[in-house]
């Protein structure tokens, strides 16, 4: 099994097995998916011309595809015009570089939601994504499932995934039981976009039906866990800027090198904790610099990160071996640091 990209974005790939032995959907979601940073000015306003040449990088370093305008993306510090503008920018250039395209459509208002459902369904998004709302929060799994259904069918026939992050939504309920009261009233649930590190409850999910439903995992940091119990799918922001160090610990996991595979692991371990230390959103973004993309600064109520630290990050990373800025760029701008 390896990281490739879908020839098509209509999802005419050859049908795969999943983790539990089931025949997976054909545009079902493998390899690494980014989730891309929103490039904006320095005064902050949306810079739609940034995310063209972001499609391109993503693709050039064996990236499958892009789940814009989600946690790393700061969609919930968008309006929904600026949103609906991010993925016009993006629909083009992601069916240019080959690259698939979820939408994050989440919001706290559910008619917010709707709308820009609504949307990725008109500029022909592969699949849409929505977290439960993150101020007024469903206090039951049918509670959740009913806030999903509308969003779900403003999308038309377009894949849903419910995207689990309960660490930042505070909506903790099992999903294994979203999946099995979804699947009756959420004609187009695809799966869910599992940000936890939780596996117990990943595999619960993995599994149901014989793996019908197509669980994309979303913490960079354990992927190797994840391999281990059959995840094929990947959704993260490190992917962004490191994405040959998680097709090598893929590659490694695959060949059996186990020993190989834990190392690389760790420098992933090891990296996010790095930039985690300066405030991960901004100096995440703040770093693409450094592989040849500028997405700018992040909106407030985050905090910016001083260049000379970029700077500083920059260099110990690729010293650790987690980035490569050769032959990027931006690469004389850590030796002239």
């Given at each position: 099994?390896?990281?490739?990209?879908?020839?098509?974005?209509?999802?005419?790939?050859?049908?795969?097995?999943?983790?539990d032995g089931g025949t997976r959907h054909n545009d079902s979601l493998d390899g690494l998916i980014a989730a891309p940073?929103?490039?904006?000015?320095?005064?902050?306003?949306?810079?739609?011309?940034?995310?063209?040449?972001?499609?391109?990088?993503?693709?050039?370093?064996?990236?499958?595809?892009?789940?814009?305008?989600?946690?790393?993306?700061?969609?919930?510090?968008?309006?929904?015009?600026?949103?609906?503008?991010?993925?016009?920018?993006?629909?083009?250039?992601?069916?240019?570089?080959?690259?698939?395209?979820?939408?994050?459509?989440?919001?706290?208002?559910?008619?917010?939601?709707?709308?820009?459902?609504?949307?990725?369904?008109?500029?022909?998004?592969?699949?849409?994504?929505?977290?439960?709302?993150?101020?007024?929060?469903?206090?039951?799994?049918?509670?959740?499932?009913?806030?999903?259904?509308?969003?779900?069918?403003?999308?038309?026939?377009?894949?849903?995934?419910?995207?689990?992050?309960?660490?930042?939504?505070?909506?903790?309920?099992?999903?294994?039981?979203?999946?099995?009261?979804?699947?009756?009233?959420?004609?187009?649930?695809?799966?869910?976009?599992?940000?936890?590190?939780?596996?117990?409850?990943?595999?619960?999910?993995?599994?149901?039906?014989?793996?019908?439903?197509?669980?994309?995992?979303?913490?960079?940091?354990?992927?190797?866990?994840?391999?281990?119990?059959?995840?094929?799918?990947?959704?993260?922001?490190?992917?962004?800027?490191?994405?040959?160090?998680?097709?090598?610990?893929?590659?490694?996991?695959?060949?059996?090198?186990?020993?190989?595979?834990?190392?690389?692991?760790?420098?992933?371990?090891?990296?996010?904790?790095?930039?985690?230390?300066?405030?991960?959103?901004?100096?995440?973004?703040?770093?693409?610099?450094?592989?040849?993309?500028?997405?700018?600064?992040?909106?407030?109520?985050?905090?910016?990160?001083?260049?000379?630290?970029?700077?500083?990050?920059?260099?110990?990373?690729?010293?650790?071996?987690?980035?490569?800025?050769?032959?990027?760029?931006?690469?004389?701008?850590?030796?002239?640091?």
């Amino acid at each position: 099994m390896t990281d490739r990209h879908v020839d098509s974005r209509k999802g005419d790939s050859p049908q795969g097995r999943s983790p539990d032995g089931g025949t997976r959907h054909n545009d079902s979601l493998d390899g690494l998916i980014a989730a891309p940073h929103t490039p904006f000015a320095e005064n902050g306003q949306l810079r739609l011309e940034g995310v063209e040449p972001l499609a391109a990088h993503l693709a050039a370093t064996g990236v499958a595809g892009a789940f814009i305008a989600g946690t790393t993306g700061e969609g919930l510090s968008m309006s929904v015009d600026e949103r609906r503008a991010l993925a016009e920018a993006w629909a083009p250039a992601a069916s240019k570089h080959g690259l698939r395209l979820v939408v994050h459509v989440g919001a706290a208002a559910q008619c917010d939601a709707v709308a820009l459902a609504e949307h990725a369904k008109s500029v022909k998004a592969d699949a849409i994504a929505a977290m439960g709302p993150p101020y007024y929060r469903p206090a039951t799994v049918d509670d959740l499932v009913a806030f999903c259904v509308p969003i779900a069918a403003a999308g038309g026939s377009l894949p849903f995934y419910y995207y689990h992050i309960p660490d930042w939504t505070g909506v903790r309920l099992p999903m294994d039981a979203f999946l099995r009261q979804g699947r009756e009233r959420i004609a187009t649930l695809r799966g869910l976009k599992f940000t936890s590190s939780d596996l117990a409850q990943y595999q619960l999910c993995a599994r149901l039906d014989g793996g019908a439903f197509d669980i994309l995992f979303g913490s960079d940091e354990i992927m190797l866990a994840a391999l281990a119990v059959g995840t094929r799918g990947f959704v993260g922001s490190t992917y962004n800027f490191a994405a040959p160090l998680y097709h090598r610990v893929r590659k490694a996991f695959e060949a059996g090198d186990f020993a190989a595979a834990r190392a690389l692991q760790e420098t992933s371990v090891r990296m996010v904790g790095e930039i985690a230390a300066l405030g991960f959103l901004a100096a995440s973004k703040r770093l693409m610099r450094y592989v040849g993309v500028e997405c700018g600064p992040v909106r407030s109520p985050l905090a910016d990160v001083p260049a000379e630290k970029i700077a500083a990050l920059a260099a110990s990373l690729e010293k650790l071996g987690a980035i490569d800025l050769a032959g990027t760029s931006a690469a004389h701008l850590v030796k002239a640091s």
